[in-house]
């Protein structure tokens, strides 16, 4: 992952349009450590945030979740601990021997004006990085 391969000792943010919405790529981030700002689909979409209980207005939250690809009565019967995975979702850290992968990160929803709504992923920290903020990147 191209993530993977970034190695520039100066800090930087990765902004991500539409397209790179994935548990993958946040994972991949988070372990090297790069902060990043990746636009997501709505909360009434198809994407990762329709599995969650989110108010249809403007929200700074956490989502903490345990990623799988077991269907057992445990996964399946408390879908607010656990997000299975399709087995056509990519995923790096999910093989064999690690069956389970906790995430942990920040999402903001933030009016622009009109009813409408653009929705980040982020592990910016929020006392730094507020909605006005995020707004402007």
Known sequence: MMVDRY???????????????SFNVFAHCIRKGICFA???KDIGSNGIL???DLPDEEF???ISTTLTRRHTRETTNHPETYTILSPATDFDYL???HKYYHIGFRVVRIAIG???YVCLATNLPSDTFTLEKLKIL
């Open 7 to 21: 190695a520039d000792s100066v800090p930087a943010i990765l902004l991500a349009d539409l397209g790179y919405e």
């Open 38 to 40: 990746i636009r997501m």
């Open 50 to 52: 329709s599995a969650h």
């Open 60 to 62: 700074d939250t956490q």
């Open 95 to 97: 093989d064999e021997e």
């Open 114 to 116: 009109d009813g409408k």
